[in-house]
């Protein structure tokens, strides 16, 4: 009785242990599996799985698996990359591109240098959108995207006011005169919330909000102050733009679509210009103090996992995979993809604004990347912009106090 | 080779380990057994102690390990990024961060930030005191300031939710239990009903109250829309208004609490034996005087459960937060705080050491509620060993 027990056990170990070697056999002749993962849901995780399914038919060497993860994105991958099971690849927006400064990416600058195909020329990128993987005196992804900010106009509501369409020659001060002559009982001129990013005001005023050597933050300075309060001038205040309340009740984009907004700054990827109903046009944003159009540009990048064990296929697929998504999203972040035709070809649906797009292009600039970068942008919001906005101070107190705040995390 | 290139080959490490931890556990298991009947143990202790492996390895590895590991985490410096924490210079540093407060003169025409100054000693780096009140005395202004005045506020504003939203809960549970304690026809529908609560997730019953609560297009400003009208003023900002942020929070917690407390609080009606109201009856007994010396009484040790499974549910209240956005300058709750320092300031240490702060607010707290327990808590059992009534 006891022995056939032990038999009884012993073979219930052996069985258990039969798929492994079913499995190893099976596994080594097998290419090497590469996982990469993004945030992507349904609809554009199957144009994803597309492209992935063209790199893998074009590759005997390694095969990619996709695994979405549409919700809780980053908290779950902070979580693999903790627990050593984090994808050999990642999407990471430009926010989370601080991550390179704690050794979690790898650096591909070496590649790089060796690589002569065009999506991996570091030349053939635009500079404000670069310089969110160019970190630490390293490389770390490949940008994806470079969405400038454009502006969207309801072309009934000018037509209906007399105010001319905006063009690319507009200052701000044009701007403000036109929202603030759209502004009627039935709609506002314009549209703040936060959105788009103070950033881009300071910035066309010819302020700064980190410098380019990343040691300060010097948003007190004439310019930024300037920028700041046009910013603060205009947000909430019923003269040319919705307030909170109004906000609150009717959404922010929403009311540009139900034409009770005349003009918004939206991404350029946006589907404003296709709202049913509504004769929307694009134009650049106003130009700033040294006669460009600076924009801000929502950009995003692939990126390798530090820990893959398979830096060098994992470069090569994030070159193929990056190549296959310049031909899908856009705005494409190379200069030698900033035509018509390729942005046609991409998004066939902005055909109309394709040239209104591509002249916003050259002057979009994306955020400057430092260690602690979701810290310092939560003192930036709480210390300076949601003070502003809700007049509790001057721009020039609450700047003077922000900067010591912001600059205590740019220092350690 | 096109599409997905084999799950079963991006999964089989994952099978692998898990065949290995089931045979390392039967071996395990095996192993502890022979040693048990070798160490004189009869067999059915030894297969009790052996059954009971796999949840006690469970236990030490998913429950005991990370306590352990937290508390070391709170005296370091840690990104879940890094491979391994930094030790601390000085190893209280976290736990100072979130408690040092400081009250400084505020001179004529000086900025408070410019007066408080930062921690002092060695930090990893820099922490400044941060305003939080001021007051004048004697003719000069002072202002308070805290190195972490967001968390403390974190602490204000748990606390008032715990101490209102916790005795209104039970209050509103005993009076449903009290009505579904009555035999009415269809008193089976109603208890499921007001059970509901209790089974829902708790993620989709804050998307719903989120919903609900909206501003323009919720179910309660739209009930309140004549009122609003009448009185000339707009729609509630219900989560986004600063002053209603905690009211709000409120009136979503009554929901959960209502489901489990009327259940538990109907078993103990159910269990007061009749004869009492019988006898206080025949005494002359109003309905007002049986309920206040006979039902709150006999009732009082499931109201003391309650008591003490909502006050921690309260002080710990997370997933509400997750899904209803609310500005940090109104007050976040101190789990969601800490889970917002851990995961998007990438301060795993400190997270930690907030984490404990707050486990020792809720055991203080619970000991109390236990110590003021045998003022209020009438348990029959322990008064008949006593030979009383």
């Known amino acids: 009785m006891k022995k056939s027990r032990h038999v009884l ?46 790199v893998n038919a074009n590759n005997t060497e390694f095969q ?11 908290t779950q991958l902070q979580t693999q990359l903790a627990g050593g099971t984090a994808p050999d690849l990642f999407w990471l927006d430009q926010d989370h591109m601080a991550w390179a400064y704690d050794g979690v990416l790898l650096d591909i600058s070496e590649y790089l240098a060796n690589d002569d195909r065009d999506v991996a020329n570091p030349e053939d990128y635009f500079p404000g959108v670069w310089q969110t993987v160019a970190l630490n005196d390293g490389v770390f992804g490949l940008p994806w995207i470079a969405q400038p900010v454009v502006l969207y106009y309801n072309r009934d509501i000018f037509d209906a006011m007399g105010v001319e369409y905006p063009t690319a020659d507009w200052t701000w001060d044009d701007f403000k005169a036109a929202a603030e002559a759209l502004t009627t009982e039935e709609h506002y001129g314009f549209t703040l919330n936060g959105w788009p990013p103070i950033h881009m005001f300071i910035w066309s005023f010819g302020g700064e909000v980190i410098s380019e050597d990343l040691q300060t933050s010097p948003i007190d300075t004439p310019e930024a102050i300037a920028g700041a309060q046009f910013y603060a001038d205009m947000i909430y205040n019923p003269v040319c733009c919705p307030t909170e309340e109004v906000l609150a009740e009717e959404g922010f984009a929403e009311m540009f679509k139900a034409g009770r907004v005349a003009m918004f700054m939206g991404g350029a990827a946006d589907d404003l210009d296709r709202v049913e109903g509504l004769n929307v046009g694009v134009s650049p944003v106003p130009k700033g103090v040294n006669g460009e159009n600076v924009t801000f540009a ?28 310049h031909n899908w999203k856009i705005v494409s972040p190379r200069v030698s993809q900033a035509t018509v035709e390729h942005l046609v070809a991409s998004e066939p649906r902005k055909e109309a604004n394709a040239e209104a797009i591509l002249a916003a292009v050259p002057y979009m600039r994306a955020f400057r990347i430092v260690p602690r970068f979701a810290e310092w942008s939560q003192i930036f919001w709480e210390d300076f912009q949601d003070p502003l906005f809700h007049g509790e101070d001057t721009a020039e107190n609450l700047a003077a106090d922000a900067r010591i705040l912001l600059e205590d995390v740019l220092g350690d | 080779m096109t599409g997905d290139p084999g799950a079963f080959a991006t999964y089989y490490p994952t099978l692998l380990r898990y065949v290995a931890v089931a045979v390392g556990l039967g071996i395990l298991m095996y192993g502890l057994y022979r040693l048990l009947r070798l160490a004189g143990v009869k067999h059915e202790p ?6 009971v492996v796999p949840w006690i390895v469970g236990f030490l590895i998913f429950v005991t390990f990370p306590i352990g590991l937290s508390l070391y985490l709170s005296f370091t410096e840690y990104n879940i990024l890094w491979d391994r924490p930094k030790p601390l210079a000085d190893p209280l540093f976290n736990y100072k961060r979130a408690l040092s407060i400081r009250i400084v003169e505020l001179p004529e025409g000086e900025r408070p930030i410019q007066v408080l100054g930062t921690m002092e000693g060695e930090t990893p780096e820099t922490v400044r005191y941060r305003e939080i009140g001021r007051f004048n005395w004697r003719g000069k202004e002072y202002v308070i300031g805290a190195t972490d005045g967001y968390f403390l506020k974190g602490v204000w504003l748990t606390l008032r939710y715990a101490v209102l939203s916790v005795p209104l809960g039970m209050a509103g549970a005993l009076g449903v239990a009290l009505l579904l304690n009555q035999n009415v026809k269809g008193v089976g529908f109603w208890r499921t009903l007001y059970y509901l609560p209790a089974v829902l997730p708790a993620a989709a019953v804050a998307l719903l109250w989120y919903w609900l609560f909206a501003p323009s297009s919720g179910l309660v400003n739209w009930l309140l829309s004549p009122i609003y009208r009448l009185l000339d003023m707009q729609p509630l900002g219900w989560f986004t208004d600063k002053s209603l942020v905690l009211p709000s929070f409120i009136i979503m917690g009554l929901w959960g609490i209502f489901g489990a407390n009327t259940v538990i609080l109907l078993a103990g009606l159910k269990n007061i034996p009749k004869d009492l109201y019988e006898a206080a009856a025949i005494d002359g007994a109003g309905t007002f005087t049986k309920f206040r010396h006979i039902t709150i009484p006999m ?25 209803i956005p609310t500005d940090r300058q109104d007050g976040w709750f101190v789990n969601w705080f800490i889970y917002n320092e851990a995961f998007n300031f990438g301060r ?34 322990a008064r008949q060993e006593a030979g009383g009534a």
């Open chain 2, 46 to 51: 030894a297969t009790g102690f052996t059954l």
């Open chain 1, 64 to 74: 990619i698996v996709y695994e979405p993860k549409p919700d809780d994105y980053y």
């Open chain 2, 348 to 381: 795993m240490g400190y997270a930690s050491a907030l984490g404990w702060m707050l486990a020792l607010l809720v055991i203080l707290l619970t000991l109390l509620i236990f110590r003021s327990s045998a003022a209020w808590v009438f348990y029959e059992g």
């Open chain 2, 299 to 323: 009732l009082s040790p499931a109201l003391f459960y309650n008591l003490v499974t909502n006050t921690i549910a309260a002080l710990t209240i997370f997933t509400q937060q997750a899904f």
């Open chain 1, 9 to 54: 056990i012993l073979t219930l170990l052996v069985v258990a242990l039969l798929p492994l070697g079913a499995i190893v056999p099976a596994v080594a002749q097998e290419p090497v599996t590469l996982r990469i993962t993004n945030w992507a849901g349904v609809e554009e995780a199957a144009e994803f799985q597309q492209i992935v399914d063209e």
């Open chain 1, 298 to 325: 929502w950009t995003a990048a692939t990126v390798i996992n530090a820990k893959t064990e398979h830096p060098d296929l994992a470069y090569e697929a994030l070159i193929q995979l990056t190549e296959g998504i």
